[in-house]
């Protein structure tokens, strides 16, 4: 009978992970929300929409093989924990995507009826924010727009 040795060195050097697995992480760590960004002319501050998926430096390299998985083009970020409780916490990695063009082509049409529980209403509930709030630009409330005209529904099949 004999063993199976798995070496640390290849499951961290894997660079391709399944959709599914992907989903179900960002399922339980990821998030889509809004970054605030400059200053518009009637003083408000304009609203990004983002997908973050954020966890312990430790999973860096999971949060690289995300985004090469997924082909995107961001950094991983690396930025010290709040503290601001007095819990000690460890460093965090991040993935965050803004990119107008990557949220329109990688990141809906990979998510779009895709998630389950409480993740896909947030997800929905973010498409309709994006449509709704009065400080997101012209340009990205069209994400919204080729939600609510189907075109994410007729390129479901891109991500299986």
Same mark, same amino acid.
């Given at each position: ?6 070496? %640390? /060195? &290849?499951?961290?050097? !894997?660079? $391709?992970? &399944? ?7 960002? $399922?339980?760590? =990821? ?5 605030? =960004? ?6 408000? *501050?304009? !609203?990004?929409? &983002?997908?973050?998926? =954020?966890?312990?430096?430790?999973? +860096? ?18 930025? %010290?924990?709040? &503290?601001?409780? =007095? ?13 107008? +063009? ?10 779009? *009826?895709?998630? !389950?529980?409480?993740?896909?209403? /947030?997800?929905?509930?973010?498409? +309709? ?18 939600? *609510? ?12």
């Amino acid at each position: 009978m004999s063993e199976v040795f798995v070496n %640390k /060195q &290849t499951i961290l050097n !894997k660079k $391709t992970l &399944t959709n599914d697995y992907i989903r179900g992480l960002v $399922t339980g760590e =990821g998030c889509f929300s809004f970054h605030t =960004g400059w200053r518009q002319k009637n003083g408000r *501050k304009c !609203k990004m929409p &983002t997908f973050y998926i =954020g966890m312990h430096e430790r999973d +860096e390299n999971l949060l690289k093989m995300v985004r090469d998985s997924l082909d995107l083009k961001n950094p991983i970020y690396n930025h %010290k924990a709040w &503290t601001g409780d =007095g819990y000690k916490r460890g460093r965090m990695a991040a993935l965050v995507v803004r990119d107008f +063009e990557q949220l329109k082509d990688i990141i809906i049409p990979f998510f779009y *009826k895709k998630l !389950k529980g409480y993740k896909a209403i /947030q997800f929905i509930d973010w498409l +309709e924010k994006i449509g709704s709030d009065p400080d997101v630009s012209d340009r990205y409330k069209s994400l919204y727009r080729l939600y *609510k005209w189907g075109i994410f529904d007729k390129n479901i099949h891109l991500f299986p």
